[in-house]
Protein backbone atom coordinates (compact mmCIF):
# COMPACT_ATOMS: atom_id res chain seq x y z
CA UNK A 1 0.00 0.00 0.00
CA UNK A 2 2.74 2.40 1.17
CA UNK A 3 5.23 2.72 -1.04
CA UNK A 4 8.65 1.06 0.65
CA UNK A 5 10.77 3.81 1.42
CA UNK A 6 12.82 4.09 4.60
CA UNK A 7 10.13 4.98 7.63
CA UNK A 8 11.53 8.22 9.36
CA UNK A 9 10.04 9.89 11.92
CA UNK A 10 8.62 12.83 10.18
CA UNK A 11 6.93 10.35 8.09
CA UNK A 12 5.49 7.95 10.40
CA UNK A 13 3.86 11.62 11.98
CA UNK A 14 2.44 12.66 8.85
CA UNK A 15 1.26 9.04 8.20
CA UNK A 16 -0.79 8.68 12.02
CA UNK A 17 -1.88 12.48 10.95
CA UNK A 18 -3.77 10.77 7.98
CA UNK A 19 -5.48 8.17 9.68
CA UNK A 20 -7.60 11.63 10.80
CA UNK A 21 -8.47 12.23 7.54
CA UNK A 22 -12.01 10.79 6.68
CA UNK A 23 -13.06 9.70 3.23
CA UNK A 24 -15.97 12.88 3.07
CA UNK A 25 -18.64 10.24 1.07
CA UNK A 26 -17.78 7.55 3.82
CA UNK A 27 -16.95 9.99 7.45
CA UNK A 28 -16.09 6.56 9.25
CA UNK A 29 -12.88 5.60 7.40
CA UNK A 30 -10.00 6.92 7.48
CA UNK A 31 -7.73 7.60 3.91
CA UNK A 32 -4.73 5.34 5.26
CA UNK A 33 -7.86 2.56 5.79
CA UNK A 34 -9.15 2.95 2.73
CA UNK A 35 -6.29 2.48 0.82
CA UNK A 36 -5.58 5.57 -0.97
CA UNK A 37 -2.18 6.75 0.20
CA UNK A 38 0.36 5.48 -2.01
CA UNK A 39 3.46 7.32 -0.22
CA UNK A 40 4.29 10.02 1.57
CA UNK A 41 7.95 11.71 0.67
CA UNK A 42 9.29 14.21 3.24
CA UNK A 43 11.50 16.63 0.94
CA UNK A 44 12.79 18.63 3.61
CA UNK A 45 11.44 20.08 6.90
CA UNK A 46 9.21 22.45 5.09
CA UNK A 47 8.43 19.76 2.09
CA UNK A 48 5.95 17.77 1.42
CA UNK A 49 4.42 15.43 -0.95
CA UNK A 50 1.68 13.25 -0.58
CA UNK A 51 0.67 10.82 -3.02
CA UNK A 52 -2.84 9.08 -3.31
CA UNK A 53 -4.62 6.77 -5.59
CA UNK A 54 -8.30 7.78 -6.06
CA UNK A 55 -11.71 5.17 -5.71
CA UNK A 56 -12.59 5.94 -9.12
CA UNK A 57 -11.19 8.03 -11.78
CA UNK A 58 -14.14 10.16 -11.35
CA UNK A 59 -15.06 10.06 -8.01
CA UNK A 60 -16.64 13.75 -6.84
CA UNK A 61 -14.57 13.33 -3.68
CA UNK A 62 -11.15 13.40 -4.91
CA UNK A 63 -10.82 17.30 -4.85
CA UNK A 64 -12.20 17.25 -1.41
CA UNK A 65 -9.67 14.41 -0.13
CA UNK A 66 -6.85 16.19 -1.59
CA UNK A 67 -7.32 19.23 0.12
CA UNK A 68 -8.25 17.65 3.69
CA UNK A 69 -4.55 16.21 3.40
CA UNK A 70 -3.08 19.22 2.26
CA UNK A 71 -4.66 20.89 5.46
CA UNK A 72 -3.75 18.33 7.94
CA UNK A 73 -0.13 17.60 6.70
CA UNK A 74 0.46 21.56 6.95
CA UNK A 75 -0.97 21.45 10.76
CA UNK A 76 1.95 19.06 11.45
CA UNK A 77 4.20 22.87 10.27
CA UNK A 78 5.09 21.76 6.94
CA UNK A 79 4.19 24.80 4.64
CA UNK A 80 4.75 23.31 1.11
CA UNK A 81 2.55 20.55 0.77
CA UNK A 82 1.72 18.99 -2.51
CA UNK A 83 -0.74 16.27 -2.55
CA UNK A 84 -0.16 14.06 -6.15
CA UNK A 85 -3.23 12.16 -7.75
CA UNK A 86 -1.15 9.17 -7.92
CA UNK A 87 -2.44 7.65 -11.60
CA UNK A 88 0.65 4.71 -11.50
CA UNK A 89 -1.24 2.83 -8.67
CA UNK A 90 -4.83 1.49 -9.33
CA UNK A 91 -6.91 1.28 -6.18
CA UNK A 92 -8.90 -1.57 -5.57
CA UNK A 93 -10.95 -2.54 -2.75
CA UNK A 94 -8.18 -4.69 -1.94
CA UNK A 95 -6.67 -2.09 -0.71
CA UNK A 96 -9.13 -1.89 2.29
CA UNK A 97 -7.62 -2.26 5.58
CA UNK A 98 -9.45 -4.99 8.59
CA UNK A 99 -10.06 -1.93 10.48
CA UNK A 100 -11.43 0.29 7.38
CA UNK A 101 -13.73 -3.01 6.44
CA UNK A 102 -14.74 -3.16 10.16
CA UNK A 103 -15.55 0.57 10.38
CA UNK A 104 -17.78 0.45 6.79
CA UNK A 105 -19.63 -2.79 8.50
CA UNK A 106 -20.23 -0.47 12.14
CA UNK A 107 -21.66 1.65 9.56
CA UNK A 108 -24.20 -0.16 8.38
CA UNK A 109 -22.34 -0.85 5.13
CA UNK A 110 -21.04 -4.40 3.89
CA UNK A 111 -17.57 -4.49 2.96
CA UNK A 112 -16.16 -5.31 0.09
CA UNK A 113 -14.47 -9.27 -0.04
CA UNK A 114 -11.27 -9.62 -0.92
CA UNK A 115 -10.95 -11.20 -4.50
CA UNK A 116 -8.58 -12.60 -6.87
CA UNK A 117 -8.73 -12.69 -10.25
CA UNK A 118 -11.37 -11.61 -12.60
CA UNK A 119 -14.75 -9.82 -10.49
CA UNK A 120 -17.13 -11.70 -11.53
CA UNK A 121 -21.28 -10.76 -11.81
CA UNK A 122 -21.30 -13.71 -8.37
CA UNK A 123 -19.09 -11.18 -6.61
CA UNK A 124 -21.21 -8.07 -7.25
CA UNK A 125 -24.08 -10.11 -6.35
CA UNK A 126 -22.67 -12.05 -3.30
CA UNK A 127 -23.22 -9.92 0.27
CA UNK A 128 -23.22 -10.67 3.84
CA UNK A 129 -25.34 -8.17 5.80
CA UNK A 130 -24.00 -5.74 7.69
CA UNK A 131 -26.75 -5.56 10.31
CA UNK A 132 -27.35 -9.56 10.91
CA UNK A 133 -24.06 -11.01 9.30
CA UNK A 134 -26.55 -13.35 7.05
CA UNK A 135 -25.56 -14.42 3.67
CA UNK A 136 -29.42 -14.48 2.51
CA UNK A 137 -29.23 -11.17 0.66
CA UNK A 138 -30.01 -10.41 -2.98
CA UNK A 139 -28.15 -6.74 -5.18
CA UNK A 140 -31.12 -4.58 -5.61
CA UNK A 141 -29.35 -2.19 -7.72
CA UNK A 142 -25.46 -2.04 -8.34
CA UNK A 143 -25.92 1.71 -8.38
CA UNK A 144 -25.95 3.09 -5.24
CA UNK A 145 -26.09 6.60 -3.48
CA UNK A 146 -22.58 6.98 -4.68
CA UNK A 147 -20.31 5.70 -7.66
CA UNK A 148 -18.32 2.90 -4.59
CA UNK A 149 -22.07 1.22 -3.57
CA UNK A 150 -24.61 -1.09 -4.62
CA UNK A 151 -28.04 -1.54 -3.15
CA UNK A 152 -28.60 -4.72 -1.50
CA UNK A 153 -32.20 -6.45 0.51
CA UNK A 154 -31.92 -9.14 3.45
CA UNK A 155 -34.15 -11.56 3.50
CA UNK A 156 -33.38 -12.50 6.86
CA UNK A 157 -33.74 -9.43 8.61
CA UNK A 158 -35.77 -7.53 6.16
CA UNK A 159 -33.14 -4.47 6.67
CA UNK A 160 -32.31 -3.03 2.71
CA UNK A 161 -27.99 -2.24 2.88
CA UNK A 162 -25.12 -0.55 0.81
CA UNK A 163 -22.55 -2.62 0.10
CA UNK A 164 -18.67 -0.90 -1.16
CA UNK A 165 -18.88 -2.49 -4.63
CA UNK A 166 -15.49 -4.75 -4.84
CA UNK A 167 -13.25 -3.21 -7.59
Aim: proline share 7%; charged share 25%.
Amino acid sequence: MITKQKINPSKTKILNALKEVKDPELPVISVIDLGLITGVRVVDSNTVKVSMAPTYTACPAIEIIKNSIKKKVESLGYGDVEVIVDKTVTWTTNRVSKKGKDALKNFGIAPPVKFKGELTQENMRLSSCPFCNSKNTTLNSPFGSALCRSIHYCYDCKQPFERFKPI
